[in-house]
């Protein structure tokens, strides 16, 4: 519809014009206000999309409209006179050339009210609740070609991923939706903005919050607790949470607490996992090692005891069960890594040896500057000949992703990221077996469909995407200990939230766009037609997912080439 004009419009002409920031500019770009003090004062927030009042100031002939030239568009003149951008600058509106812009004529309607300070009151189909990075320095797309590339859409956090996203809606919608984008310069932008003041102010059939930050444990940032309270505080106004999760699911995933949770399920494969308090570690920091590790002894015993157990009926133990204290020697061997929630990317992991190296990683972990973590988490390491990750979309698995990180360096740290392809996968990590190749990603699917039920424990509704990470170590090399007639052992390393890097995959972030989109509109059936909300939008949707999914036909092939090299393998 951008290439076809309708009507044309004469100079003076009361108009509504559909207003998008620029995207070539957005971290300057400015957004129109209710009032300064919105524009002033931290948190900025204002109208970033949607309808504003303007005047035509140039005659316009529909018929010589040309979308590729700008000099055909309509000029107008907008009439509200508070814009701000989200560094608190002021827009010069004295200068009227400021105000003026050419847009497309599908972004024009006729208005009968010619006050510049009346809200356009006709409804849009969504109302977006946009909380978003407005800090002196720009967040980075980190969309380089290279193994962790976020793909062309970028880094979440970044103003790239943003325009990415709203420039899909307004494919799919056109100029039928409106944001409301609130930027955060700190925890304490979060910790004072009221959304019960603005959420009067979504006037749309359906509303949904995004949330384009990270909550971290790092102090003058974005703190966990004040952003999970903004959260909060919308959901309790009315407005879902759809990017990336609901609160509570978000807080779940973002903080790694369901490591420890699941550690004990037998058909869950989660590696031993144990948390130790910041005040044992401050207070003796190779003590609360050796405390870990003999829990993490006692806990290895429990799970085989468990799985021993898993195949009938147990008997029901009146006493406590027995367990075997690990030798200093034992203690010494022992591998794992020492994590903290609420961080991404591997920035705070650490491998260690022994109670020593432990210690000096909690230590490490603990004492960064302005960290407040409470606790740190400790799991066994998993020697894996390389990760396998799977995107779910809408709960059906569409792709696997294989990488590894080479090293460890002397801190500790995992470093030399590298991505594959299936065939180097197989001949480089796996001796040249599809079929223990094959197996795992059987054995994946299997597990994601298992940990898709446990989601479903944790919220009602599947997050539109998710990533599961798994560990994948082929029999016979080190690692612990395997089962009988096993070729490969699978070990879930990380649920991943809702965009998380799609590391290369070139289908990836347009995938993930739509489903976030789409489940934008699950809210409720607003029972206007078209809408992405009724029930043939969303089933339609869904089949397209379906045939767009990339696991059935892999399978499909590696089980033909498992065929054809059984002999071998054998």
Known sequence: ??????????????????????????????????????????????????????????????????????????LVRYTHLDWFNRRGVKLNTADVRNLEEEVLPCNVRATTDTDPNVVCVQKPTISFLVVRWGGKIECQPYNDPGPGSWGHTGSVVSDTFIGSFFNMVYYHLGPNFEVLSVFIQSSQDLASFSTGLVAPQLIGRHLCGMYFLYPVMFQDVSEEQPLFHFMQQAEAAGIPTRFPHPSHLYRLLASKNWCAHMCLSVDKSVPVTTKVNRGAIARNPLKAAETALRAMFMLHQEKKRLAQGAGGQEAIELDVPQYIEPTAHQLEIMEGVVKMGFSWEAVDVRAFKGPAQLAHACKSLTEQAGCYTEHVIVQERIHANCEFRMYVI??????????????????????????????????????????????????????????????????????????????????????GVLRVGDDCVVTIGEITECGASTLGWRDGPDMVLKAVLMSAFTDHACGSEPCLCSADQQRDYLSQVRKERRLTNIVKDNEVGAKSQSDTDK
């Open 1 to 74: 519809n951008n290439h076809v004009a309708k009507k044309s419009f004469s100079t003076g002409d009361q108009v509504e014009v559909f207003y998008r920031m620029p995207e070539q500019d957005a971290y300057n770009g400015y957004f129109p206000v209710q009032n300064n003090a919105a524009g002033l004062y931290g948190p900025r927030y204002g109208k970033t999309e949607g309808w504003q009042q303007a005047v035509v100031i140039a005659d316009f002939n529909h018929k010589s409209f040309d979308a590729k030239n700008k000099d055909t568009w309509v």
């Open 394 to 479: 809408n709960g059906v698995p569409c792709k696997i992703i294989y990488t590894k990180f080479s090293t460890t360096n002397h801190e500790g740290r995992f470093e030399s990221f590298q991505r594959f392809e299936r065939e180097p996968v197989v001949k480089q990590w796996f001796r040249g077996s599809y079929k223990a190749v094959t197996q795992a990603e059987l054995r994946i699917r299997d597990q994601t469909n298992r940990w898709l039920a446990w989601l479903r424990t944790e919220c009602p509704e599947l997050p539109p995407v998710v990533r599961f990470d798994y560990f994948v170590r082929q029999m016979g090399l080190p690692g």
